[in-house]
C-alpha cells in the first residue's frame, strides 16, 4: 500500500515554515525524501532508518517515529528553490533490493 | 556523481507499436527500477531488477516487459503501446550494500511517452 503523503499541496510565502507528513499502514524499516522540481528528476534529499536519529540539511530535516509508522518532512525559513514536489518512498524491511513504495506527494509553491 | 541517462525525453508512439526505453547507469549499480509518474498517483514501480537476466515485477507489470542483458543497461518494453499507457517513465538504480546502508535511488530525467 502506498504511504500517504499529507497535505498535498502547500503555498508559502518566503521564509516560512513547513511540514510534510507521510504515513504508513505497516511498520518501516526505512523512508526515504526525494524533491523533484518541474521537469526534473527527483532528487534524494534524505534517508531515515529504523532506530536512527532525526536527519537535517540546512534548514530541511526529518524525523521517523516507528511507533506511529509516520515520518515528517520539515522546512524552515522556506526559499525560492525549495518549490516542487516532495515524494516519500518506504520500504518495510531491508532485502538488498531497495524496493521503495512511493507515497502520491505534496507540492509545495514558494512564493516571494 | 551517479549519472543515470535515458534514451529519449520525449516519444510518441502509435497504438499497437512495440516501444523501447532505454536507461543506462554509469555506476555499476546492481539495482536498477522502472517507474511510471501519473498525476496524482505518485511514483509506481513497474518491474526491477537486482542482477543481469534477473527482474522482478513491480505493483504494475501489466502490459509491460523488461530485459537486463548488461549490468549497466535496463530495458523496459511496452509490446503493444496502448493510449493508457500514455505517461511519464522515471529509470532509477541504486546498490545498498548493506543492511543499515544510507545509499539510495538516483533517478534518469524521464521519458515522457505518448501513444496516440
Known amino acids: 500500500q502506498q504511504p500517504v503523503q499529507s497535505p498535498q499541496a502547500v503555498i508559502l510565502r518566503e521564509g516560512e515554515d513547513a511540514v510534510i507528513n507521510c504515513s504508513s499502514s505497516?511498520?518501516?524499516?526505512?523512508v526515504h525524501w526525494y524533491r523533484q522540481k518541474h521537469g526534473e528528476a527527483p532528487v534524494f534529499l534524505m534517508i531515515?532508518?529504523?532506530?536512527?536519529e532525526q536527519k537535517g540539511h540546512d534548514k530541511i530535516s526529518a524525523s521517523f517515529n516507528e511507533k506511529k509508522q509516520q515520518s515528517s518532512l520539515y522546512l524552515t525559513a522556506s526559499q525560492l528553490s525549495y518549490s516542487g514536489t516532495y515524494f516519500c518512498?518506504?520500504?518495510?524491511?531491508?532485502?538488498?533490493?531497495?524496493?521503495?513504495?512511493f507515497g502520491t506527494g505534496t507540492r509545495l509553491l514558494v512564493s516571494p | 556523481d551517479v549519472k543515470v541517462t535515458q534514451s529519449s525525453r520525449y516519444l510518441v508512439k502509435r497504438t499497437g507499436e512495440k516501444v523501447f526505453l532505454e536507461c543506462v547507469q554509469d555506476?555499476?549499480?546492481?539495482?536498477m527500477f522502472w517507474y511510471r509518474q501519473d498525476p496524482g498517483l505518485g511514483l509506481r514501480l513497474i518491474y526491477f531488477?537486482?542482477?543481469?537476466?534477473?527482474?522482478e515485477k513491480g505493483d504494475i507489470p501489466e502490459g509491460y516487459s523488461v530485459s537486463r542483458e548488461k549490468k549497466e543497461r535496463f530495458s523496459l518494453i511496452l509490446e503493444s503501446a496502448s493510449t493508457n499507457q500514455t505517461s511519464m517513465y522515471l529509470c532509477?538504480?541504486?546498490?545498498?550494500?548493506?543492511?543499515?546502508?544510507?545509499?539510495?535511488?538516483?533517478f534518469g530525467p524521464g521519458t515522457r511517452l505518448t501513444v496516440l
Open positions: 518512498g518506504t520500504e518495510v524491511s531491508w532485502t538488498g533490493f531497495q524496493k521503495l513504495v
Open positions: 531488477s537486482y542482477d543481469v537476466k534477473m527482474k
Open positions: 531515515l532508518l529504523k532506530g536512527g
Open positions: 555506476m555499476d549499480h546492481e539495482n
Open positions: 505497516k511498520a518501516l524499516y526505512s
Open positions: 532509477a538504480s541504486s546498490s545498498p550494500k548493506t543492511s543499515g546502508s544510507t545509499d539510495t535511488q538516483y
